[in-house]
Every structure is written in structure tokens, then in C-alpha cells.
């Protein structure tokens, strides 16, 4: 077994920890499970506090431009009050579920762009150290899959995906930040909109599904963004033709004159503030910026381009690499940004 972080707070001789997930993408609200696996080192210490952290690479965007970093969305105790003897291997096993706003980070077991990770958490003898840190990954809840599946079937295809720092005005969002996942139009919308981004809110009973249209101007009349929303339940699933429903989601959507919410102040709390949680990496400088009115989906220029992952195929919203992102590579983007976080005042406890 190699045990991947020394625990560096706890000094030379120190206990080592090695978090092993079990195999497999987990769904939102879905049980993640795994073991913490401590390697004693040089003298007993007491193990006070075993935890997990969720954390989640988010941008923020501000009036000056834009930076990404790392937010914690989740914490949990796992384990703790015991003795770990010199040289003495012990396993944790845990079993936590994840919340249900959980964004999605692969689709048809192709990663999207999202970069998500495991980070564990030991204290010893009052320290606390960052230890291991492992890549997470989540699969769609059948209800999002059948929606997107349906957008592919239907013609869009997927352009890319991020995560946004914010609150969707009008919604019952509950984590810190929301994902986008950005569309080119199926060809009989190409006309009327640039593209189209759908962000999921799922909650144990269903989920809003939050539509934008980055439609083009007319010849007397500018482009505009409109926005809607839909509610659905997890049972809907089997239960609905969802080609038809989706598509009169987008007919309902492309129609709008006024966007639902265009002007609602998404209180974007200052990302660097204490107990934010969010670590920063920025390429705009490190300016902070106070709450402002957005709205959802403004600064669109501003997003990454994703991953340049894949097109729609008739069998669905297909994701393809393409030169982009693959799966290896997400995994060492989330040590490369995660482990750089502990160094650039990211926080803590």
C-alpha cells in the first residue's frame, strides 16, 4: 500500500494516510463510500478527528474580471477517538451520502470538465493536517440523464460545463455555487439562439431544471438572454415522453420576450471572505469585489471553454474526446489545483 500524504503538520515521524474510494461514479444524494487508511509513524499518537471534505473547483465572476478556486460544499466526521500505535496500519470504513446539489462530472463515463475531489482531514494531538486528496466522481440521477438525453436526441449538443459562484435568483438552491452546462442549438433553433445552458437543482423529491437562451438580435432588435424553470420528480421518468416535454421546454423558453429573473440579485458574497471556503486562484489579479446584480449567465465570454468535449448523436447528448480532457487528466488537474490551494491561503478550520 502506498500511503500518499505524509501528514507534515504532525512533523517527521508523523502518522500517513492513504483515502481509498470504492470504485465507481456516484449519483447525487448517492452513498459514497471508501476507507481511511492510517500508516502510525515514529510514537503512538491519539487520533482525535478523522475527516472528509467535498471540495469543487468554482469560478467567480466580478465587474474586473473573473478567478476560479476551491470550495468546500461538504464536510463529515468519519472517524477519531482512538489510538494509532508506531507502525500500526488502520483502516476507517465510511459510507456518507452526497448532497443532492452535487454537480455532475462525467456523462456516458466521459468526464465533463468538472474537477471535484475527496480531501481528508486528520487531527492529532490538536493539529490538523490536509492529507489525502482524491479525485470525485458523479454520475447523472436518471432524471437528469433522461433529460439529457433527450436535448441530444433532439440535436443540441454539449459545448461545456462550469461551475459558478452564486445563487440562481427565485430557485431553492442550497450549495454555494451552481453548474452550467452549455449547448450548442439542434438545428431548428440555430436561428434564433447562440446557445443554451441548463443548470439541474435536484432535491430528495425531484429537481428544478433552470433553462437561459442566448438568443440572436433581430433586424430591429437587439439579442437578448431569456430564462425559465421547470420542476420534475425523480419518478417522472419512466413516465413522460421526454423528447416532447423538452422540446416544449425550449419552444416555451426561445419564445420569452422577458428572461424569469434577468435582474435578480444573485448575492454573490465576496469568495475570499473568512469561512468562505474558497481558496484563490486567480489570472485576473486578486481583487475583491462586493455583492453586485448579475444576471444568471452574464459574462458569458468570460467561461472557459471546457474540455472541447464531444457532439450529440442520435443516441443521445453524447460526450466525445476530442482532443480535450481526458479522464487520466482530470485526475491529475485535481491534485495540480487542489494541492495548490493549501498554499494560496485556501481555507481552514
Avoid: C
Amino acid at each position: 500500500m502506498v500511503f500518499k500524504r505524509l501528514l507534515g503538520a504532525m512533523g517527521a515521524g508523523g502518522p500517513s494516510v492513504d483515502t481509498v474510494l470504492d470504485g465507481g461514479a456516484v449519483a447525487p444524494g448517492g452513498i459514497l463510500s471508501g476507507q481511511v487508511h492510517l500508516q502510525g509513524g515514529s510514537a503512538d499518537v491519539e487520533i482525535e478527528h478523522i475527516g472528509l471534505e467535498l471540495i469543487a473547483r468554482v469560478e467567480a465572476e466580478y465587474e474586473d474580471g473573473e478567478s476560479e478556486g476551491a470550495v468546500v460544499f461538504e464536510r463529515f466526521t468519519v472517524g477519531g477517538g482512538f489510538r494509532l500505535a508506531e507502525q500500526e496500519r488502520h483502516s476507517v470504513p465510511f459510507s456518507v451520502s452526497l448532497p443532492w446539489e452535487t454537480p455532475v462530472s462525467e456523462l456516458y463515463g466521459q468526464p465533463l470538465g468538472i474537477v471535484l475531489g475527496v480531501r481528508t482531514e486528520l487531527a492529532v494531538a490538536g493539529a490538523r493536517d490536509k492529507g489525502d486528496l482524491d479525485p470525485l466522481a458523479v454520475r447523472p440521477l436518471p432524471v437528469q440523464e433522461a433529460v439529457l438525453e433527450a436535448l441530444g436526441q433532439l440535436g443540441f449538443g454539449f459545448k461545456s460545463a462550469d461551475l459558478e459562484h452564486g445563487h440562481i435568483g427565485g430557485t431553492g438552491q442550497q450549495l454555494p455555487f451552481y453548474q452550467e452546462i452549455e449547448l450548442t442549438p439542434a438545428p431548428q433553433y440555430a436561428h434564433v439562439v447562440n446557445e443554451i445552458e441548463l443548470t439541474f437543482l435536484a432535491t430528495p423529491a425531484g429537481m428544478e431544471i433552470v433553462l437561459e437562451a442566448d438568443k440572436r438580435g433581430g433586424l430591429f432588435e437587439p439579442g437578448q438572454d431569456a430564462l425559465t424553470r421547470f420542476t420534475v420528480s425523480h419518478h417522472d421518468v419512466g413516465a413522460r415522453d421526454w423528447n416532447s416535454e423538452v422540446d416544449g421546454w425550449i419552444r416555451q423558453l426561445v419564445e420569452h420576450r422577458a428572461s424569469y429573473g434577468s435582474h435578480a440579485t444573485y448575492g454573490h458574497a465576496d469568495p475570499y471572505a473568512a469561512g468562505s471556503g474558497y481558496g484563490h486562484h486567480s489570472a485576473h489579479g486578486s481583487g475583491h469585489a462586493s455583492d453586485h446584480e448579475s444576471g444568471h449567465g452574464s459574462g458569458h465570454e468570460g467561461h472557459r471553454s471546457g474540455p472541447g468535449l464531444g457532439t450529440a448523436v442520435a443516441a443521445g447528448l453524447a460526450v466525445g474526446v476530442v482532443g480535450g480532457l481526458v479522464a487520466a487528466e482530470v485526475v491529475d488537474e485535481v491534485g495540480d489545483f487542489f494541492e495548490g490551494d493549501d498554499d494560496e491561503g485556501g481555507e481552514e478550520d
